[in-house]
C-alpha cells in the first residue's frame, strides 16, 4: 500500500509536469501576484480544512520566507482567527466566513487564491464572488474539473485527479512553485 500510494502521488505530479497549459497557468499565477504587489496590494488565501492548511502555510513562506532572506510580502490566510470565524458562524452562517472577510480587508488589485479540491465549496464561492465585486483577480486552486470555481476564476490552477489526498499534495507543490517564482522574480538582483 505505501509503495503504492507513493507511486499515485509520483503520477499526478508528473501529469502536472507533462501538461504545458497548466504549467503556463501556474506561471501566470504567481506573474498576476508579482504584479499585485508590485502595485502594493494583497494576496489573500482561503480554504476548508486540508486547503485552509494549505492556504496557511503558502501565507507563511511569502509573509516569513521561502528559500531566500528577503523583505516579509504581505499575504495572509483568511482562516486564521478563530475567534472570527467562530462568531460570523454562529451569527451570519458558515458560509460567509470569508467572504465578510473580503468584503472588510479586499480592495481592488488584490489577489485571492481560492483553494477547494472539489471546486465546490459553498464558502469559497462566496468569497469569489465577493473578490469579484471588488474587481480582486481570483486564482481558483482545485482538483480536475475545477467544479463551479471552474467559471468564476480569472486563472484555474485544476489538479489532473480526483483524488483528494493526490489533489492536495499537489496543491502544496504548486503552492512552493508559486513562492519560488514570486521570491525569484521580486527578489534576484536588480530587482530589489
Not at 507533462?18 to 504567481?30: H, S, T
Not at 472570527?84 to 466566513?97: F, M, Q, R, W
Not at 485527479?161 to 504548486?174: A, F, G
Request: aromatic share 4%.
Amino acid at each position: 500500500m505505501i509503495k503504492n500510494r507513493i507511486r499515485e502521488s509520483i503520477a499526478v505530479k508528473n501529469a502536472i509536469a507533462e501538461d504545458i497549459d497548466l504549467l503556463k497557468r501556474i506561471e501566470n499565477a504567481a506573474n498576476i501576484i508579482i504584479d499585485a504587489y508590485k502595485s502594493g496590494n494583497r494576496f489573500l488565501l482561503c480554504g476548508n480544512g486540508g486547503s485552509a492548511a494549505d492556504a496557511q502555510h503558502i501565507a507563511a513562506e511569502l509573509s516569513g520566507r521561502y528559500l531566500i532572506d528577503r523583505p516579509p510580502l504581505d499575504a495572509e490566510a483568511l482562516s486564521v482567527n478563530t475567534s472570527y470565524i467562530t462568531a460570523v458562524s454562529n451569527d451570519y452562517g458558515y458560509n460567509e466566513i470569508f467572504s465578510r472577510l473580503l468584503e472588510a480587508q479586499g480592495k481592488e488589485g488584490d489577489v485571492l487564491l481560492a483553494i477547494s479540491t472539489s471546486g465546490n465549496s459553498s464558502n469559497i464561492l462566496m468569497a469569489i464572488d465577493t473578490a469579484k465585486d471588488k474587481k480582486m483577480s481570483i486564482i481558483a486552486l482545485t482538483g480536475a474539473s475545477g467544479g463551479k470555481m471552474k467559471d468564476k476564476a480569472d486563472i484555474l490552477l485544476n489538479v489532473p485527479s480526483t483524488d483528494t489526498p493526490r489533489i492536495q499534495e499537489s496543491h502544496i507543490l504548486i503552492g512552493h512553485v508559486i513562492c519560488e517564482l514570486i521570491e525569484s522574480k521580486l527578489f534576484s538582483s536588480g530587482n530589489k
